[in-house]
């Protein structure tokens, strides 16, 4: 399968799972609003979460993929598949055993991650129950993510693709037919988390058995592959760990802020991981395989052609999406989210917390890709670096931040400074890259930024004027709907017919890129 191809099946699935995270999304909002139960459900998944990144796509991912690339392409499919079984059965022991710990220990969890909730006895027990119920979820996801990863390098993308897509079915069933039967009721979305793990876990062993992936424990610590990649994990634990430090510190702040702030802040995270998953996530997905395997055969001409491919793409795509999505917030956040128990101000506060995130979102995107690019290099020591110091600068951001804004937006401040040190993180990854000669800054990739920021410009100008003169609150959510529609239709022709002005047809863009891959 040709990259283009399997990003557009990837981005293809994961914009039915993204969608169906947002009607996920909008079935919370609309039966608990932004209320101190769902602070505590947000929370009390925020905790496996964290650690997911870890175990799973993120610095587990980032050594495991590479080395796996190696070994299929150096001594072949079964050696590789042993070096699987032997990961899987080392990484399902730790799980395991983590998870025990993190049930166990919830109570002191919700101290460390949220020391907001303790004035609040109901509030901290509740975010306690609901760890114990969810924590357990890490244990599936994470051999989820990693049998994603051995189907990505086997070229089967669509699968792992779809597969986040059952938690949020998940979610959507249990909101909707489960909470009359807990008490409280979010004790349902604690259990639609589990479900959701196991879910995406049996989904994809069909396919792993059908290609005969699916590993049988085989104990075997000692496997070069297994140190391998234990070595190659070692720095990249300590970035991600320093990045989900980073986290945990801007969750613990909005819980010593008001009632809500948690969700609006999550809310406005679901919103902008739309534009970082389909393209960002995606293309990051996509091409770390096809890099590892071109560094393995010495194939530098084809390196740099997949990577200028990629980079070319990502900004054709992401910088009209970005910026119509921040022109576009809060007329999105009133069609997505206001009924029931979310109120005009949970859509007000949620906005100003997505324009905090906006203003990063194209680094943010930038990230997801030109990490993969150190990875596929078996350098995971200088993403690590770079996101240390990205972090420092974050939570400098967090106090100046905190100092100066009013108390009823300080929560839109801790997603500026994320946004803040995104920006820092891709400046110096791209500066990382260069000075290594692993990235070339072509004429044509300036020239297709230069055309793409001012299409996109131009496009912002008009749909903000356009939805700033429609009383949108006079429609309800089906007439919103419907408008929003428009208002985005006439901004995909604008952008279109910028760069059509420009002398650059989007068509001809991605027929050229796809040539290339």
Known sequence: MGLFKSLSVVSFFTL???????IREMVIASKFGASASTDALFVAFRIPNLLRRLFAEGAFAQAF????SEYREREGDERAKLLIAHVASLLSLLLLAI???GVLCAPYLVYVIATGFNDAS???ELTANLIRLTFPYLLFISLTSLFASV????????VPAFTPALLNISFIGAALYLTPFFDPPIMALGLAILMGGVAQLVFQIPFLVRLKLWPRFHWNPK????IQILKKMAPAVVGVSAAQISLVINTNIASRMQTGSVSWLTYAD??????????GVAMGTVILPALSMSVANKKNAEYQVTLEWALILMLVISIPSVLGLVALSGPILMTLFMRDQFSFTDVSMTQAAFWGYG????PIVMIKLLAPVFYANKDTKTPVRIAIKAVIFTQLLNVIFWMLLPDHVKHAGLALAISGGAWLNAAMLITGLRRRGLFVVSNNWILVCRDCVVAAGVMTLIVTCVSLNIEWLNFDSWGRAGLLLAVILLGLIVYILGLKVLGRQLKELLVVTQRRA
Do not use: C, K
């Open 16 to 22: 039915v799972s993204r969608i169906l995270g947002l």
């Open 151 to 158: 189907l990505n390098t086997w070229g089967r993308f669509a």
């Open 270 to 279: 679901r919103l902008m991981e739309l534009p970082v998953g389909l393209l």
């Open 65 to 68: 993929v590479p080395i796996l």
């Open 359 to 362: 203003v990063g979102l194209v």
């Open 223 to 226: 496997d070069p592959g297994v």
């Open 122 to 124: 109901d509030q901290s």
């Open 99 to 101: 998870s025990i710990l």
